[in-house]
């Protein structure tokens, strides 16, 4: 029978398996600190626990963390590091370094159901969800973990698609019991699921971010099919309708492509679209993916654009492209894994 991990579980249901073990309550708070904080990877480790305590736990637990399998650093030193899930697959998490702050990039799914045009991870198509373990292995197990300043779900998979195992790991990453980290610091990207994306900012204090790509509509559901189920419109509506705080981000992700979403028409329906919501847009440049003609635009048009909207009156970042020499977008570091494997 394999054990079940412990790494990954909340407070309250690491309080529950000690009552199973007939151990005290307060040794779940004891073994969130020996996981959380103090990094082992073995019961053994639990040094504050009785022998039998520890015995106790080993029959049908394990701490739960993988190391990963592979690492890709770039020149700019972004790294790209692979990790093993269960069933044989494999998940990316990206750590990028910049002067003052140190980011790392989660993956929550096994590919990815939504099929986005231009996101090699949907290629893949859906292999399945993450537990809220393995997706905070992929902090714990890098070397970096102690750097990081800021954590993205912007990596493999559709959060909102597993949105139980994502809220798991955000409560175990902001909780004193736990990583202990701001919220602050914490964003979770989604393509606009909006029934989880309600509930998602009704029980976390973690900044949004939406997929966006397109205003329009016939051109977004042609680079997101989700467009036809979850209109950006009625995603916007949702967020107006909504008093968000002042400390809580909400920001829209903005892929550009060469003569399809970069002109003044696009500039236009997005000022028209997002005005009245206190936002950013934040412009991406698209890493090409093998097998698709999309193209990223020249710095000049990419620079215009962002004038454009700052003009409208929009809050804009470019994001800047990094890690183009490893397979940094989305997906293509795994899915050569799962190619040469096959």
Known sequence: MD????????????????????LPAYSGQQISSWLYSKNVTTTDQMTNLSK???ELLKKSYRTGVADYIKVMESADGTKKYLFPVSGD???????????NRH????????????????????????????????ILNQLRMIPEREKI????????????????????????LTSGYGFNMSPRRITVSTIGIIPAMREFLDRSSCHLAVSLNSPF????SHLMPAENVYPLTRVIEELKSRDIGRQRRISFEYILFKNMNDTSRHVRELSRL??????????IRYHAVPGLSLESPDNAT?????????????????????????????????????????
């Open 274 to 283: 997002l005005g009245g919501l206190r936002c950013r847009v934040n412009l």
């Open 103 to 134: 980011t790392l990039c989660l993956s929550t799914q096994v590919g990815c159901k939504r099929a986005c045009l231009f996101c090699m991870t949907g290629k893949q198509g859906f292999q399945g969800n993450l537990t809220a373990g393995e």
């Open 3 to 22: 054990k079940e991990p412990l790494f990954g579980k909340t407070l309250e249901e690491l309080k529950a398996v000690t009552l199973e073990a007939g």
């Open 302 to 342: 990419a620079e215009q654009f962002k004038e454009a909207l700052e003009k409208k009156g929009i809050l804009t970042t470019i994001r800047q492209s990094r890690g183009e020499d490893i397979y940094a977008a989305c997906g293509m570091l795994s899915t050569k894994a799962l190619v040469k494997k096959a």
């Open 89 to 99: 697959k494999y998940v990316e998490a990206a750590y990028i370094p910049e002067r």
């Open 52 to 54: 039998k305590a520890r």
């Open 149 to 172: 300043t800021n954590i993205v779900y912007m990596g493999m998979g559709e959060p909102f698609d597993n949105l139980q195992e994502v809220m798991k790991s955000l409560d175990i």
């Open 217 to 220: 509509r016939h051109e977004r």
